[in-house]
């Protein structure tokens, strides 16, 4: 079972391009990022990881790329 | 005229939201960022900057995206 708080973003992802590269990003956090769900066709990037919230959302706005929201589920 | 040493990096980017989020990135660091000049077409990332190499690199890679060589001009 995954360990940690569950966050979801809204992300603009054009392509599997930009998704695999937030993939990317976030796998270098691990362990402490325990799971990473990107969905290209929602737009949502979802993380379960024992690092606070800001240090996730600092990881993704560092790739670039935009992100509209997000929150701790 | 455009202060700095030009590096150029080969970079992957596989859409218009890939060579975007590369562009935010380093438009962060400017000013000691002066110039970017990224072409999709070509899979090319022009950088002229006052900053080390290993810095521009570093950026790039934090965004995700592969990068598969680069030098100084």
Known sequence: MSEGNHYQFNVVMTCSGC???IDK???RLKPE???IDISLEKQ???VIS???YET???K???TGKQVNSGKQL
Do not use: C, F
């Open 25 to 27: 990003a976030l796998t």
């Open 19 to 21: 998704s695999g590269a």
């Open 60 to 62: 993704i706005q560092k």
């Open 50 to 52: 024992t690092l606070p």
């Open 56 to 58: 996730i959302l600092e």
């Open 44 to 46: 949502t990037v979802d």
């Open 33 to 35: 990022v325990s799971k």
